[in-house]
């Protein structure tokens, strides 16, 4: 492994793991954050781009952390994801399935930004070198959605976003409602669909995903919106060309 990597255990099954730059302890500097949601599909594969990119000087050497769940089945990790990353209590459609089978429960999301604020972020910033002005969330599916609340709700606590498939059909796209209440957003935000999304509880997450990013245009002049849609692709497999191409548009010179 090039670099250090460090593990915290948060409580409640909850896990905290930070990836260190090969230079970190020979340099003072402070460093960008890249801090992963669903890090179980995604710290890994924003790991090694951002290794490889920053070998290529197409972005600076960076802290990845990712945040998710010590369990070691994946049904455990979708229900507590579906809990957690849900903004708001609704029930979820009947295409939305755990792998066990059973019903999924949500409204979690604003405990869980309080936990992501007042914890994770305190740790890492007490804890590590971070950039204040340097901190990318990055997102897929639930978990994007949940990005895009967090960014309704504290939008301070992120400079730059990188959503892939957010599942921005929740609850009657009640995303939009919140981004419309929210407050002032400055930075990048890069978001996308797979060409091959379907229609989730009588949404269409491409359609959807461009009212979302026509909102966040009109109302934010300081926010730069990328939004595209990947040829080829479904729901489940953006996370690579998302994580590729967003950060070489949210890092490098234009």
């Known amino acids: 492994m090039i670099g250090r ?13 930070v990836q260190l730059p090969e230079d970190y302890d020979r340099d003072a500097r402070a460093y960008p954050l890249l801090l992963c949601l669903d890090a179980q599909w995604t ?38 994801r579906s809990y957690a990353y849900s903004p708001t ?22 405990a869980y930004l309080e936990f992501l604020t007042t914890e994770v972020l305190a740790l890492l910033t007490r804890t590590y070198r971070i950039a204040a002005t340097e901190r990318v969330i990055i997102g897929h599916s639930l978990s994007g ?13 992120f400079n730059r976003y990188l959503l892939a498939s957010p599942s921005v059909w929740w609850h009657d796209r009640v995303v939009l409602s919140l981004l419309a209440e929210g407050g002032e ?12 999304e379907i229609t989730v509880a009588g949404c269409s997450m491409i359609d959807t995903a461009h009212a979302v990013a026509d909102a966040l245009r009109a ?5 730069d919106v990328n939004f595209e849609v990947l040829p080829g692709e479904i729901h489940q497999s953006t996370i690579a060309g998302s994580v590729t191409r967003g950060l070489r548009w949210l890092f490098e010179p234009a």
Do not use: C
């Not at 990597?5 to 793991?17: K, N, W, Y």
């Not at 059973?102 to 409204?107: E, F, H, I, K, T």
């Open 145 to 157: 959605l949940f990005a895009l609340f967090t960014a309704s709700r504290r939008p301070a606590l």
């Open 185 to 196: 957003l400055q930075g990048s935000l890069y978001m996308t669909m797979g060409e091959g």
């Open 5 to 17: 990597r460090i593990e915290h255990d948060l409580g409640q099954q909850r896990r905290l793991s």
């Open 89 to 110: 209590a609704a029930a979820f459609p009947p295409e939305v399935v755990a792998p066990n089978g059973r019903p999924l429960v949500a409204g979690g999301g604003p």
């Open 43 to 80: 710290q890994g594969t924003v790991s090694d781009t951002a290794l490889l990119l920053g070998l290529a000087r197409r972005m600076p050497r960076v802290i990845v952390a990712g945040l998710g769940w010590d369990y070691a089945e994946a049904r455990d990790i979708v229900a507590a």
């Open 219 to 223: 109302k934010h002049a300081s926010l």
